[in-house]
């Protein structure tokens, strides 16, 4: 199986930048078989939402509120990153990441435990 851990939220000023990063642990086979990567988020009161995502092969997507300021990207078969600029105090959310791969019982999903961001205006 696979286990992801954010790490890189915090606090920051409206305008600022923060850089997100999802690292994934565990089976090696189904690592390999990572095909879809996400970063959602949820903020207080509301429902998770898909901000980023990009599947092995294909363009990225991004949702309307983060496009031109967000940038997914994947550097190692098991880290991929958000990168986020010109923050708002809108942006401030518990954002989540999640990868798409191949488990024992076939198509699995996984989810890492949330890196809070605050964006201050």
């Known amino acids: 199986q696979v286990q992801l851990v954010e790490s890189g939220g915090g606090l920051v000023q409206a305008g600022g930048s923060l850089r997100l990063s999802c690292a994934a642990s565990?089976?090696?086979?189904?690592?390999?078989?990572?095909?879809?990567m996400g970063w959602y988020r949820q903020a207080p009161g509301k429902q998770r939402d898909l901000v980023a995502s990009?599947?092995?092969?294909?363009?990225p997507y991004y949702s309307d509120s983060v496009k031109g300021r967000f940038t997914i990207s994947r550097d190692h078969v098991n880290t991929w990153y958000l990168q986020m600029n010109s923050l708002k105090p809108e942006d401030t959310a518990v954002y989540y990441c999640?990868?798409?791969?191949?488990?024992?019982?076939?198509?699995?999903?996984?989810w890492g435990q949330g890196t809070l961001v605050t964006v201050s205006s």
């Open positions: 990009i599947a092995s092969g294909g363009s």
């Open positions: 999640n990868a798409g791969f191949l488990g024992r019982a076939g198509a699995a999903n996984a």
């Open positions: 565990g089976s090696g086979f189904s690592i390999s078989t990572i095909n879809t």
